[in-house]
Structure formats: structure tokens, C-alpha cells
């Protein structure tokens, strides 16, 4: 089935793209796969995881993401940069569970996956980006470095056929000319969805903060922990 990644700008519109598209396919009876990747908001359960779960019905906009048996990974942090070798051996870890279940289930294999990243950081040179994917530098060069390091791991890791790029020029251009060798991958360009609302950075990490200690003081999790339900 196909394996849709959603990348993009903070605040361009990628979770509300990604609910869309997981509810027009279960509005026509699919049983897709969402999985989230950005562990700055945490739209399957909590900011610092990352997780997937079926999606068997359209997505309720006020109940949100129905929570049956999600697979989730408490990675501690909001950004990948605390600790981006944990972030990708759990990113592995996450799509080896699925590719497992997917082996078991004809019906969420043809369904397929979409998949939520972390939002994409601009202002960081294109050329020094460039050389960051191809020569596989040090992931501490900068910020924007790693994310697209990682952007591409989770492309690759999933096995992803089609990547979503909303609002981002620069990105889909540099996608497209490093994903050339792998002719099952389409690279699309989207405009940024118009109606997103842009959140006060400051006011978003106070909440993102408080939801991570609350969460944190209630089920009492570990960095690098698996949560069979969260």
C-alpha cells in the first residue's frame, strides 16, 4: 500500500495534512496506518514520543486520534538534537514493529502508512545542506542538518513511496536531487495549507513543557522506554 511522509515548515499545516488524508481513506473503508514522527507535539499521545496506531474511522476533530493499541516510544525529549542517535535506533525500532504486523495483516499492508515529521527549520544554507546529506557528515554541523539527516532515515526507514513537501521549496528541491537514484519515490511539492493556525513559539514550548512533566509525573517514564498503552 502506499507510505505517504508529510514534511514541511513548523506550523505549515503537516498534522492537519496528515489527518485529512487518514480520513478520506478510512471514509472509503481502509484501515491506514498513522505514524507520527515529531516528538515536538505529539499528536498520537505525548511530546518526547514517538508512536503509530490503525486509524479505522475518520478522525473526529474535537475527540482526536481514537487510542486503541498504539505502539509508542517515550524518546525524553523535543527536539532530536539532545540525542539523535536514540531518536533513529527508536525511529528503527518503530517501523521493524510495524513491518512485523503488516507481514501478519494483508489488510494494513494495503492499506499503508501515512507518516508525521518534525518541522523543518529554515534559514540554514542550502549548500551546506547539501553537503551534510551527501557526504553523511557529522549530525552536529547544525540544527537544519540533523533534521534532514533524520527526514531522510525515516524516509528510507519506513520505506516511504511518496513524500509530501508543504510550503518548502528549498526542501522538495533537495529531496528530489538526493532521492534521485530511488525511482520508487515521488517527490511532491504542495502549497502550505492556508487555513493552519501559527502558534506563538514561546507560548507552544511552555505547553509542550508542561504536557511532558505532567505526562511524566503520572506514568513515571524512562528515556528510550516502550509504552504498550500511553
Known amino acids: 500500500g502506499p507510505r505517504v511522509i508529510v514534511v514541511g515548515p513548523s506550523d505549515s499545516g503537516k498534522s492537519t495534512l496528515s489527518r485529512m488524508l487518514l480520513s478520506w481513506a478510512a471514509k472509503q473503508g481502509w484501515k491506514p496506518t498513522f505514524v507520527d514522527l515529531d516528538i515536538g507535539q505529539g499528536s498520537i499521545t505525548a511530546p518526547g514520543c514517538i508512536a503509530a496506531t490503525p486509524i479505522e474511522m475518520p478522525i473526529d476533530p474535537v475527540e482526536g486520534i481514537p487510542l486503541e493499541m498504539p505502539l509508542v516510544y517515550f524518546f525524553g525529549h523535543t527536539t532530536p538534537s539532545n540525542n539523535v542517535e536514540l531518536y533513529k535506533v527508536l525511529v528503527k525500532e518503530l517501523a521493524g514493529m510495524l513491518e512485523r504486523q503488516f507481514a501478519g495483516n494483508a489488510e494494513s499492508r494495503a492499506a499503508g502508512m501515512v507518516l508525521n515529521t518534525m518541522g523543518w527549520i529554515e534559514g540554514v544554507g542550502y549548500d551546506i545542506l547539501i553537503i551534510v546529506v551527501v557526504s ?6 547544525s540544527f537544519g542538518g540533523i533534521l534532514l539527516q533524520l527526514l531522510l532515515h525515516a524516509i ?10 508543504l510550503g518548502q521549496e528549498k526542501l522538495c528541491s533537495m529531496l528530489r536531487d538526493v532521492l534521485k537514484g530511488e525511482p520508487k519515490v515521488d517527490v511532491v511539492k504542495l502549497q502550505r495549507l492556508q487555513f493552519t493556525y501559527i502558534a506563538n513559539p514561546d507560548l507552544a514550548k511552555q505547553l509542550t513543557e508542561k504536557r511532558m512533566i505532567f505526562l511524566s509525573e503520572v506514568g513515571r517514564i524512562k528515556d528510550g522506554s516502550m509504552l504498550s498503552n500511553c
Open 136 to 141: 553523511l557528515l557529522s549530525l552536529t554541523l
Open 156 to 165: 528510507r526507514t519506513f520505506k516511504a513511496n511518496v513524500v509530501l513537501v
